[in-house]
């Protein structure tokens, strides 16, 4: 495999530390790495950070280990988190640990260093600290308290030698990890070294060293300014215009120029020095040189499929790069993109279904997926009549789909279909259906807000041909469907106009009834008024004259 092959492993191990925050220390060692970070914090997002940078808390499994954390904390104060903590249940002092283990979920362990005052009751913290104060004995603490700090620890393989030094020549190293020196003893893979005073800088990878400039990819080849690839495909560092790259060391800038060939050029990136003594525009990677040799243009790094291999993956190009993401429905997980369990956040009202890339809603018996919101479900009934929906707590609160009728029997509640049909909504045709009707017009005519037929104007009707109505089937119901997440009306708005009026004649036909009554009651009490007692008179006397 050749060089550029060989890195591809090393950049995806240092992609997780790029962008991290720097330890305060560090300390490596065999094949481990530690390091102390000062930020305050809470046991799990102690053991959160840790994973970010593709290690875990420390533990402490050894006297070697327990040199290295007094080491790390000999100039701190405060209480910082290791990776110690209680699975569940009790403490137990006969135990390995005393029921305690490690992050890493096992109780391997040659060394302890408990406080004395152990709390072995069931209500003991459930995580483990160690401090200055307390001469660095693990010490029982909640995990929900506040620690001022943590240490990690990185395990890895392959490290690489310290490099010799010549006389008046000191070597000094930068690790992965954000830490360095120049008595680093061990120095894990991705680990820089530079010679001083001639500034010449390698790289670690599998037990040898790399001389810079190395992949652009990588910290960006090691150069002082830029890194670029030259027209034989290896790497090469170059400068502002005005200055030259040092051919000792071929990364670091020197010097100005007092007759810059590149000035003449007017290279939009690099000005690149040939063999032959050539100057030549080029570009950074992700760009490709335009027709006038100057010029660079982003260039589709994913029009070539071989960028991101693995199933469930797409490339995605950006502006002089690109990446690799997964599709839709699927997560990054363990460096390949697995499916996402959309139904574990309950996006259905009813059941969901999950599949490879997706999910779909389904509904309880009885109801349908709504075609206005997908994940919402209405009732349904789809034949002349059926049982109503009714409340458990209250039966006599019962619902129907939209264009049935509740209508209560003596063995329960049942939704009838109505014929929305016999109330004449549309102009000319009108088709029946569960819960619904459709309107359609005759030939020459079309639909117009669903129920209204329009005469077309560039035909003729054909009035008496004796042909059957030609169907327009418009595209939406006149009856609106219910929102999803609403009961559908158990009464219909024309059955609820017959109950006003028949109310309205009944009220009028009470109050003419009445009035007759009261009318012959009145004639009655007046002829009675009139006829006098027995062995009474009225006082009238007869009178007698001439006519």
Known sequence: MDKAGLLVALL??????????????????????????????DFLSAQASCRQRKGFLMTVRSSVSHDTLSILLGNFTGSFWIGLQLPSGCPDPTAGLKGYEWVTKDRKSDFTNWLPTFDSSCSAPGCVSVSKQNEF??????????????????????????????????????????????????????????????????LCHSKKWLHAPWSCEIFEGGCEHKCTVDPNKDPSCYCPAGQTVSPVNKVTCEGGLTDDPCARLRCDHVCYQYKDG??????????????DGRTCTDFDECADARQCPGMNVMCVNTVGSFACVCKEGYRASGGQCVDTDECASGPCEHDCVN?????????????????????????????????????????????????????ER???????????????????????????YVCT???????????????????????GSGMSPS??????????????????????????V??????????????????????????????AALKAPDGETHGLQQVSGDY
């Open 12 to 41: 995806v191990f240092l992609m997780g530390e790029v962008g991290r925050t720097e330890p305060d220390s560090g300390y490596c060692i065999g094949n481990e790495c530690f390091t102390l970070f000062r930020t305050s914090g």
């Open 137 to 202: 004995k693990w010490t029982q603490m909640p995990c929900h308290g506040h620690a001022e700090g943590f240490l990690c620890e990185n395990n890895f393989t392959e490290p690489c030698p310290s490099l010799p030094a010549a006389p008046g020549e000191s070597v000094s190293y930068v690790t992965p990890y954000g830490f360095g020196g120049d008595d680093v003893l061990s120095l894990p893979p991705g680990s820089v070294a530079t010679r001083k005073p001639s500034e010449q800088k390698y």
């Open 278 to 291: 050539s100057y030549r525009c080029t570009c950074e990677n992700g760009f490709q040189l335009a027709a």
């Open 355 to 407: 599949y490879p890339g997706g999910y779909t809603c389904t509904c309880f018996e009885g109801y349908v997926v709504s075609q206005k919101s997908p994940d919402k479900c209405e009732l349904f009934c789809g034949a002349a009549e059926c049982p109503a929906v009714c409340d458990p707590n209250n039966r006599f609160q019962c619902y129907c789909p939209q264009g049935y009728l509740a209508e």
């Open 410 to 436: 003596d063995s329960g509640t049942f939704c009838v279909e109505i014929d929305e049909c016999q109330f004449l909504y549309c102009d000319q045709n009108c088709e029946n259906s569960f819960g619904s």
């Open 441 to 463: 017009c005759n030939k020459g005519y079309t639909l117009v807000d669903g129920f209204k037929c329009v005469k077309d104007e560039d035909e003729e009707t054909d009035t």
């Open 471 to 496: 169907p327009n089937i418009p595209t939406e119901s006149l009856v609106p469907h219910p929102g999803p997440t609403q009961r559908p009306a158990a009464v219909t708005a024309g059955w609820l």
């Open 498 to 527: 017959g109950i006003i009026v028949c109310t309205v004649f009944f009220i009028v036909l009470l109050v003419f009834g009445i009035h007759v009554l009261l009318s012959r009651r009145g004639a009655m009490e007046t002829g």
